[in-house]
């Protein structure tokens, strides 16, 4: 009995325990599990300067910028994005398009993303979650007290509530202990980027 008891069980928490992986993402994995989308492409949007940030033609290594949108219409149609280099003033532009679906910009659609590309490592294109992902994990909240701020060197960003620094040049990396910053995957060619973490 206990043979055939075991030989049914086993397969059982085998398969418990690939669907909760599945659920919370690989631990070693360099991206976070939330999912994300985002999309924009130069050749057909109305150009919006900060962006630049994250296309691999130009001298924009070590350049971050943050991306967020406001006055979202017409199921998701027509939008304000905006963007901010650190230290200017932000811009925006209005996008009015059939195709964008950012139901998912972020954690929840609520900072927007902070994409740049690092020197130090290759020049890397990086996406990250605008959220503290430390107070996120505390608190699960959405709140603007926990929208990241660049330093004066616009390499780094600190939370204003837990005052936590994060190295955008080396992935994230909490500086003074903690989670390091929620990374999505993510792609650009000379006019096209893409935030796709699904």
Known sequence: MKKILSFFLLPLSFLFLTSCNSILGDATSEYCSYQSYFSYDTQTEAYLTPLAAAFPTGNYSNTFCMVWVTDIQNSYKKYNLWGQLS???????????????????????????????SALQNNTLYVFDRLCPNCYTSSRSTEKKYYL?????????????????????????CSTGGEKLFR?????????LLVNNY
């Open 87 to 117: 230290g200017r003033d932000a811009e925006k532009v209005q996008v009015d398009s059939s195709f964008k679906t950012l139901s998912a910009m972020g954690l929840y659609n609520a900072a927007g993303f902070i994409i740049g590309r």
């Open 149 to 173: 701020a660049f330093d004066t060197s616009g390499q780094s960003v600190t939370c204003p509530t837990c005052k936590r620094t994060y190295s955008l040049l080396n992935g994230g990396i």
């Open 184 to 192: 999505y995957k993510a792609s650009a060619n000379d006019h096209y």
